[in-house]
């Protein structure tokens, strides 16, 4: 498919995981690929060589998105790259901490809000300059912040802060042609969730969902390259669960 051919794309986090199914995806619509990492560099190169295998475009990007200037620095690389049109932003970068409220600490509390909301906040706002008409960015949500799901009340409050942004911004962005959407997993066999990949814990993501195998990357993947598609053109301020029918 080409449906994307001629659109340049930012996708964080995408060395591994989500991000990785989110960059191979939007490649293969035919979009020029940054494969951002933080620390995982040799998995970076190889997603870069697996699109540039297939004829697709693509280059590596780094920056410490925990960082307070994170998000700046990455922009200036991308512009670097990019010179002044990027068309797609894919904000997937994360990470989550299971504990308790009692075992949950300031440091903890405070390392989630910078990588999950802080980050995507003022990457979009260093990236809006270069951002045109048609333009999509796509957040990354979670079924933790529409229900209840273990001991994950800190990461989940993080995702609904992203819900929270994505309407906001979508709002603020529609009158530039900028539409802005989240897609929202449930468990998902990645490294984040790696308590999926025990016999108990394959058992609890199969009993709250409606389909019943764990879901892979790629299930996510193709949904976000979707609504950085023209098909998704009016679709906007959307939060959409991609969670096999989780908690129904």
Not at 52 to 68: C, E, F, H, N, V
Not at 73 to 93: E, M, P, W
Not at 102 to 119: G, K, M
Not at 181 to 194: E, F, L, Q, R, Y
Request: glycine content about 10%.
């Amino acid at each position: 498919m080409t449906k994307l051919s001629g659109k340049t794309a930012l996708v964080t986090g995408a060395s591994r995981g989500l991000g990785r199914a989110s960059a191979l995806a939007l490649a293969r619509m035919g979009a020029q690929v940054l494969v951002h990492y933080s620390s995982g560099a040799k998995e970076a190169e190889a997603v870069v060589a697996e699109i540039r295998k297939a004829g697709g475009r693509a280059d590596t990007i780094t920056a410490d998105l925990s960082a307070p200037d994170g998000p700046h620095k990455l922009a200036s690389q991308v512009r670097a790259v990019v010179g002044d049109r990027l068309d797609i932003l894919v904000a997937n970068a994360g990470i989550s901490k299971s504990a308790t409220i009692e075992a949950t600490t300031v440091e903890d509390f405070d390392r989630l809000f910078a990588v999950n909301v802080r980050a995507p906040f003022f990457l979009v706002q260093q990236l809006l300059p270069i951002m045109g008409k048609d333009g999509s960015i796509v957040l990354l949500s979670s079924l933790g912040a529409h229900a209840a799901v273990g001991t994950l009340s800190a990461y989940a409050a993080t995702k609904g802060a992203i819900d929270t942004l994505v309407k906001y911004f979508a709002a603020a962005l529609g009158e530039r042609g900028i539409r802005v959407n989240a897609v929202a997993p449930g468990i998902v066999a990645t490294d984040m969730s790696n308590f999926a990949k025990t016999d108990e814990g394959q058992a609890f993501a199969l009993g709250i969902q409606s389909l019943k195998r764990l879901a892979q990357p790629d299930d996510i993947g193709g949904v976000v390259a979707f609504l950085a598609s023209d098909d998704a053109r009016w679709i906007s301020g959307d939060t959409v669960r991609v969670d096999g029918g989780s908690k129904l």
